[in-house]
Each structure stands twice: as structure tokens, then as C-alpha cells.
């Protein structure tokens, strides 16, 4: 039979943004539905948007309520410019850009890309972040309304509309493209540690840059704030600044050239929102490498765990070891300890402010502002770090880790296995950071300070992370894009992580205190007394917790079953 | 293996509602049922992924719940949906799994050797396995659960996303083994595999066992397919809706 195709009998109405609008709140309805944690993690996120919020509002307000002129536009330019920089740069650093509407979804509907585009962004706007920057920047348009009259406010809510569409588009358009160029896996991993390198780095740049900001005349930044307003960063904010001090031609043409970046952003994100459409399910296989080497038990054995029994233990140690360089997540985790672990002690110890000084002249041992109280502190801070990088270490290996419930592994030896093979990093690594430390101190002597409170710290805290990574256990979703995070998942996430470091570090507090108050000897003392603290802690720990990971293996291993 | 009473509810939705069901050892046991009749739930229960609501799960007389060592030493599984330790090779994956279970690393060689040599997955070398396709991680899957030489193997889905040829050599895997004393359970809603392989078929529909036993006692003189529909209900064919379609 032949069958004729004819046209859908009422022609095809048009769609417009708000039914992507819509679909995304439906979508979010429908994710609450009978998941009361969910909701209660969402109004979390609200509450923190909201204060956030607030707190923004009273700094982009703080020139208008002060009527203080002189600073408007700098607050404006450097404010409005972090923010669309944050937009930028924060999804791709923390691999969390909302994908409630896939795009991908959308590749077999009849729709112009033009459509597209725009309700995807439509919808983008409503959401929490948006709305809670949208709340902040109203603090210019008060400024603004105070130093210039209506006329500036109405100008300057103009810009911040554009604006806060400027930061959806930027996060959207920066995202869509390094998605599609992720396409393979290989890249894709290589890119989530360049990523997790930046990230770590971001903090001590921070520190850096305020130390720097304190040495500096504020009143020339001026000039500096008047040339980041005259580009996409700060144009969009400084208008109604302008307008109010007298510079209205101005107004136009910052806003023209705002348009002009977000039709440049959203051309950009059209094209690579294209081939994320139709190539997002490739994964594109990577070429057989060279024949195995060796027998299959020798094959699992890297070198670093080449001492290791061949036995279930000695295996588990060398499965985790090569994991934590082979799955990208992890390597993330171990470098961001390894960057962020090795520096903010460094700028601690020499003290934020003097370090831009001192680097000049050479690492000069700033021997007043560090003792060793302060130096256990920081080093429980490091230790801490490392060990909170388990709390959802079962969450790595997803449902993977079936194999071990089937294969009935003593919970004990699990988690000992595991502490062994994350030890083989991390303990290197914090014998790095202890002798760098030392060194950059000028301090030889607390060395042994230093090493002890790190590994009665890190000790401590693999056994409290035992218990939260056995009884706190998460899924991380199972996908393609670097970028995806469950939601509510990055809210989850900071909760268990603070929950871990808080109990580590009141694990750490004997450390410190004998630091504060045995003087001397416990420079003698400390390395003794903390390795032997943390080899005990660490086997304590798992001797507890993998009593409790016996009883609730099938319901762990549905915790970090990511549903689907 | 023997079940009863299993049952296990997700949120309040029952998911499987009471399974009762007997597998005589030796025998090629087919699961069928439709999509989300609670196969994969099933299967999971007896082998000790998924805690049970209700009931008793026994493989070989031990009960796979209060004596989970003892029961899990004679099982070998596949689940379905479930990943690998996909960052190793096929190799690697092989001697994690075997040494998991407390086998000599020697036998362990040996025996990976034969079953990547076997089912033409030697080739890949040090391809690691989330980058194999589907049809080759069915078979690594499959590899592992047969390592350590169980007694029962209980394998979800074995065959779906695998092509023709593997499909075949996976077959004839799985007929030795059912041959030299072993048995198989095997979920599938493929009729014309279960219909070649199995000694016995049990049908699974809205979380309950609607039929049981050998083959010939369930389908009679009828196609499987035939008693399949009848047993699960449910529409075959069109009628006067979708007119549009051949207009």
C-alpha cells in the first residue's frame, strides 16, 4: 500500500520562549515530586541565592545610600564586570551548568535554530542564580535613581536586563562550545584536569590579588574602571551611572555595544549548540593501543603498588590506584588537593599581606607572623583537604561497584584497601608540602611539627570520611558532559564535604592543642605522637566503619546508583 | 535456586509483588516478561544487589541474605545497567575480578587468557573497557562472571545490544556450561532465544510469576510468542484509530 504523506491537517503554531519557559518549570515540578529532600535542598539554594542576593545589593547600593559619586561607576565596571566573568568562568569550574532542557532533547523537533536559541536562553533565565543576581544588581539601579534622578534608574535597569542576558548568554555559549569540542573521551578528561588546575589556582590568585589590592591607591583605580566600562564586561552597568553624571551620549552607545556582544554570544552558542544537537551521542572510540605486556594479574599491578600481595586486598589497593589517575574526576580531586594544599599554607604562614613584598625580595621568613600553633593550624587545614576528598569515594565508582557486593568483599578490607591506595598519592605529596613549608619558613626544626600534624590530621580524617563516604554516599550522574550535575547534587555535595571537614578537623584538635601548650618538646614530640595518632585513627576508622559498610552494602550500592 | 515470597516496593510502587520460583540445578532457565515487569528487580533480589521488602532467596541451599559469603561463592552474575571498573582494560578487569573472589593469580592469568582468547576480545589489548562497544562489554561482563567457575550463573539481559556472531558464540558458551553440570538463569524478552536455549521458562508480568516450569508444559502446542500475549495482555494490533497513518 502506498501511503501518502500529507501535511499536518492545521498548520504548526508558532512557539514561542515561553513554552521553554514553562517546560523547564515543569520539568523542575516534576523532579520535587515526592522528594522531599529535594525540595528542602532546593529552598536551601533559595535562601543562599537570596542572602547572596541581599548582599550584593547593599554593595552595588552601598555609592547611592552613601552618596558617594566618585566611586558609582568603579563599583559598577569592577562589580557587574566580576559578575559576568563569574557567569563565564564558574559552570565550567565547577562542571555544573543546569541542564534541565538538554538541548540534545530538542534535535528531532521542527524548530528554527533562531526559536531555539532564545527559549533555551529564556528558560536559562529563570533560575535561582539569575534571579538572584537579578535582585543584586537592582542595588545599581538605587544607586543610580540616588546620584542621577529617574531618568538614570530607568537607563540603568535597561542595562542590567541586558546585562544579566549577557551573563546567561556568556555561561551558555562558553559551555555549549567546550561541550561539543569534549566530544571525546580522551579530550574530555584532559580538559576536566586542565579545569580542576585553573580552579585550584583560583584561590591562591585570589589571596594574592588581595594582598596586592591593599597596597594599592584605590583612587587610580579610576581610570582602570572607566576603560572596563567601555567594554561588554562593565558596559552594560556603568549606563545609568553615566546618565547620572552627566554623560548620557555615553548611554547608547554602551548599550550597543552590550547587543552587540550578546548577538556575537548567541551566534556563537547557535553554532556549537549544533553540533552538540546532533553529535552529543558519539563518543568516538579511541584506536587500540599495543598488545598486552605480561600475564592479566600482572597488567592490573601498576608500579607504584607493585609491592602489594596478589591477593583481594593487594588487588583492590592497585584497582583504586590506577583509578585515581585513569578516571578523570578523581585526577581532578588529587590535583586540586596538590595545588590548593601546597599554597594557601604558604600564604597563611607569610601572611596574606606581606607576601606581595616579600616575593620580591625573595622568600624572606617573615618569622613574626607564624608559629607553630599557626602552622598545625594550616596543616590540619591540608590534612583535612586530603581526607575530605573520600567522603564520596564509593560515589566515584557508581554502580561499578556491584562487582564488590557480588563478590561479597569484607567491608574492612575495603575501605583499608581504599585508604591505602589514595595514601600512595597523598602521602608523597604531603611530604612535599611539609618540606616545602619548612623550608619557605626558614624553620627546619618544625619539620616535625609540620609532618606530625599533617598525618595525624589526614589519619583522622580517613576515618570520619569512612563513615560519611559509607553512610553519605551520593551518585555522581553517569554522562557524557563534563559539565552535567544532578540537581540539588551541588548542594548535597557541600553539605557531606562540610559535614567531613568539621568532623575531621575536631578529630585534629589534640594536635593543636599540644602544639599550644607543650612548647618545645613537642617539637620533638609531634611526628611520633601524629603518625602514630593517624595510623591509629585511619585503622580504627575502618575497623568501625566497615563493620557498618558489611550491613549496608546493597543499600549503598543503590545509593550511588544514578537513577535514570 | 530457589525463591519465595520475594517482593520489594520502590516509593510505595510495588515493583514485585511476592516471586516464587524454583530453578532446578542443571537446568537452562529463561525469564521472560515485558518491559518493567520487574525482571531486573527480581534477578537482583536473588543474587543479593537489591535487599528484598519480603522473602527468601537460596542458591545451592544457602540463603543468599543471612549467609551472603557462602551464597555469593557459587553465584556468577551479570547484572544489566550496571557498569564495569570501566577505567581498566579488558585484561586488568579480568584479574580485578578473579582476585576479588580469592583466586590463585596463576589460574587467574590462565584463565583470562582463554576467555579474552575465546571471545575474540584479545584483539582490543589495552583498550579500556569504557571504550568498548556495547556487544564487546556484554561479553567482558559475561567473561567476568564466569571466571571463577560458579555453580549458577544468572545473567540480565545477556543479549540484548549484542550482534549476530557474538550472540552465537555466547550461546555456545553458555550451552557447554549448562552441559558440564551447570545452570543458567538468564532474563530476556526475546522469545526466539529462550524458545532455542532453555530448558525451562518462567514468565514475569506486573511483579508476579504467571507461568512456570519446563518449556514444553508452559507453551503446549502453541508458539511462545502466543502464550506470551495471552499470559501478559495487552493490544498486538491496530484498529480504527491512527486512520490518518494511511491516508
Sequence with gaps: ?????????????????????????????????????????????????????????????????????????????????????????????????????????????????????????????????????????????????????WVAAVVEVVGILAGLLLCVAAARAVTSAFASM??????????????????????????????????????????????????????????????????????????????????????????????AMTGAASTGRAP??????????????????????????????????RYWWRDARRRANLITVAVVGLFVPVLVNLGGAGFAMDAEQGFAPAGSASSPLLVSLSMVFVGVLAAVTLANQFGFDGSAYAAHVVAAVPGQQELRARMTAFSIYVVPMLAVVAVVIAVVLGRPAWLGVIAGSLIATYGAGLAVNSFVSVLGAYALPETSNPFALNTGAGVAKSFLTLLAMLGTGAAAVPMVVAAALLGDIWLWLALPVGVAYGVGAALLGAYLAGDVLDRRQPELLAAVTPRR | MSLRGLAKAFDGKVAVAGVDLDVPAGSFYGLLGPNGAGKTTTLSMAVGLLRPDAGVARVLGHDVWRDPVQAKRLLGVMPDGVRLFDRLNGAELLAYNGLLRGMDPAVVDQRAAELLDVLALGDAGRTLVVDYSAGMKKKIGLACALLHGPRLLVLDEPFEAVDPVSAALIRDILQRYVGSGGTVVFSSHVMEVVERLCSHVAILAEGAIKRAGTIEEVRGKRSLEEVFVEVVGGRTATGEELAWLSN
Excluded at chain 1, 120 to 129: D, G, I, R, T
Design chain 1, 182 to 275: 569534549l566530544r571525546s573521551r580522551r579530550v574530555r578528561d584532559l580538559a576536566a584536569v586542565l579545569l580542576a588546575v585553573a580552579a585550584a589556582l583560583l584561590g591562591p590568585l585570589q589571596l594574592i590579588g588581595i594582598s596586592a589590592l591593599q597596597e594599592t591607591d584605590w583612587s587610580r583605580l579610576t581610570g582602570v574602571a572607566e576603560v572596563v566600562g567601555w567594554t561588554p564586561l562593565g558596559a552594560p552597568w556603568t549606563v545609568g551611572i553615566d546618565v547620572a553624571e552627566g554623560r548620557a551620549w555615553a548611554a547608547p552607545v554602551k548599550l550597543l555595544i552590550t547587543a552587540l556582544t550578546l548577538v556575537v554570544l548567541l551566534v556563537w552558542w547557535s553554532r556549537s549548540l549544533e553540533s
Design chain 1, 1 to 149: 500500500m502506498a501511503v501518502e504523506l500529507t501535511a499536518p491537517a492545521a498548520p504548526a503554531r508558532r512557539v514561542s520562549a515561553r513554552h521553554f519557559v514553562r517546560l523547564k518549570l515543569r520539568v523542575m515540578g516534576n523532579n520535587f515530586r515526592g522528594q522531599g529532600w529535594r525540595i528542602a535542598l532546593f529552598v536551601v539554594g533559595v535562601v543562599v541565592g537570596l542572602w547572596l542576593a541581599a548582599t550584593g545589593f547593599f554593595l552595588f547600593a552601598a555609592p547611592g545610600l552613601a552618596d558617594e559619586g566618585r566611586y558609582a561607576s568603579m563599583v559598577a565596571a569592577f562589580g557587574g564586570g566580576l559578575m559576568v566573568l563569574g557567569w563565564l568562568l564558574l559552570p565550567l569550574v565547577f562542571f555544573g551548568v543546569d541542564e534541565t532542557l538538554d538541548p540534545a532533547r530538542f534535535a528531532l523537533l521542527p524548530l528554527p535554530r533562531r526559536t531555539l536559541v532564545t527559549g533555551l536562553l529564556a528558560a536559562a533565565a529563570v533560575s535561582v542564580p539569575a534571579v538572584a543576581v537579578l535582585l543584586a544588581l537592582c542595588g545599581l539601579v538605587l544607586t543610580a535613581a540616588v546620584l542621577g534622578g
Design chain 1, 288 to 321: 587500540a593501543k599495543a598488545g598486552p605486556t605480561g600475564g592479566a594479574v600482572a597488567q592490573l599491578f601498576p608500579r607504584a603498588a607493585g609491592w602489594a600481595a596478589r591477593d583481594r586486598f593487594g588487588a583492590m589497593v592497585a584497582r583504586d590506584a
